[in-house]
């Protein structure tokens, strides 16, 4: 005999992710998922952001790693909380991981909260964690087909941070061939192009994140400018 | 890889269904991907095995049918399958395109007794 059943496979993930993203919106947490490949520079875009922001926002991090907190480490020095997954083995991060971790965090007290999956193009996009938006980077030293492979993640992606800029000389990586290609699978989709170790670009990225933060809460500029909700932690 | 936590969840699925219609016995199991979810079949059915061993549908065939990408133009309205991996309007040209099919995950059905 044959059972219908009509259900998506992915369905335990997706209820768990509705859940985490119901308690963010009601917390008013920005939740930003980070995927890349590992090396694209996922790690020192944090770096320089909590860098840069962590004065006037209030930043906290999920590292999922496959082993090691070495990552966490590096961002340490900003005092901020984080919260370290190691997936041993696993090549994404999914939904019930982060509402595990997501009590060890002050949610109150927390305007957003980036987490870095694990480094991979493919997996990480097809699971839904409960963010806001995924954010995409890449870097030039992968080269300029990157959107045509894994179009995916660059369809799904709400901003693409296309790093190492500054490294396009000594690489055959074509701007044109990159940006013609992105404009087939996401025409429209915010591109910045950064280099985070020199600082090129970088400060149309902290504004486009920082507006995403105000549309996010539905606050005005001026709300954030007061900084009510900053003077109150 | 991401075929592994699939086949997990959908063992889990099928496992549940058939306790829910007193199965013996899980003979075949009618699934879904869109082309753009990437899941490499053989690889996927590896993981599959692995998932089901030793339960009932140890040995149950997997009948896997692929969507094909399909887009709608926002520009002329018009409605095409993507052939290759770099999307635009077979009509206009155009690259402002809402996806209708080709994301699906899906369990349609199992069989056995």
């Known amino acids: 005999m044959e059972i219908k059943i009509m259900k998506n496979i992915l369905d335990r993930n ?31 875009l944090l770096e320089h952001t909590c860098e840069v922001l962590n004065p ?5 991090v999920i590292e999922g790693d496959i082993t090691t907190d070495r990552d966490a480490l590096r961002l340490k020095k900003y005092n901020i909380p984080i919260v370290v997954i190691n997936t041993e083995g696993g090549c994404h991060l999914d939904s019930h991981s982060i509402s595990k971790v997501l009590n060890s965090f002050d949610l109150d007290n927390l305007d957003i909260l980036f987490v870095e999956n694990v480094g991979n193009l493919i997996c990480p996009s097809q699971f839904d964690l409960g963010e806001a938006f995924k954010i995409a980077v890449v870097s030039t030293t992968e080269g300029d087909d990157k959107p045509a492979k894994y179009p995916m993640l660059f369809r799904e992606a709400k901003a693409i941070l296309l790093n190492k800029t500054d490294l396009i000389p000594y690489t055959n990586f074509s701007m044109t061939s990159f940006r013609s290609d992105l404009k087939k699978i ?25 507006g995403q933060i105000l549309f996010h809460d539905g606050i005005s500029g001026n709300d954030l400018l007061n900084s009510s909700k900053r003077e109150s932690s | 890889m991401h075929e592994i936590k699939i086949a997990e ?24 991907f869109g082309q753009m979810v990437a899941i490499v079949p053989h690889i996927f059915e590896f993981a599959f095995r ?18 094909p990408l399909k887009m709608k133009c926002k520009d002329c309205g018009t409605a095409f399958l993507v052939s290759e991996s770099l999307f635009a309007c077979t009509a206009c040209g155009a690259t402002d395109l809402e996806l209708l099919e080709g994301k699906e995950l899906f369990i349609k059905s199992i069989e056995g007794e």
Do not use: H
């Open chain 1, 186 to 210: 996401n025409a429209g989709v915010p591109l910045f192009e950064i280099s985070c170790t020199k600082g090129d670009g970088m400060k149309e990225w902290y504004e486009w994140i920082k």
């Open chain 2, 50 to 67: 692995e998932t089901v061993r030793g339960s009932i549908a140890e040995d149950a065939e997997i009948e896997i049918e692929v969507v």
């Open chain 1, 14 to 44: 997706q209820n768990k992710a509705e859940e985490v993203r119901n308690l963010l919106i009601s917390k008013k947490v920005l939740m930003v998922n980070i995927i890349s490949s590992p090396g694209a520079g996922k790690t020192t």
């Open chain 2, 9 to 32: 969840d959908l063992s889990l699925i099928i496992l549940e269904e058939a306790a829910r219609a007193e199965l013996s016995v899980v003979t075949k199991v009618n699934i879904t």
């Open chain 1, 56 to 60: 006037v926002l209030r930043i906290g």
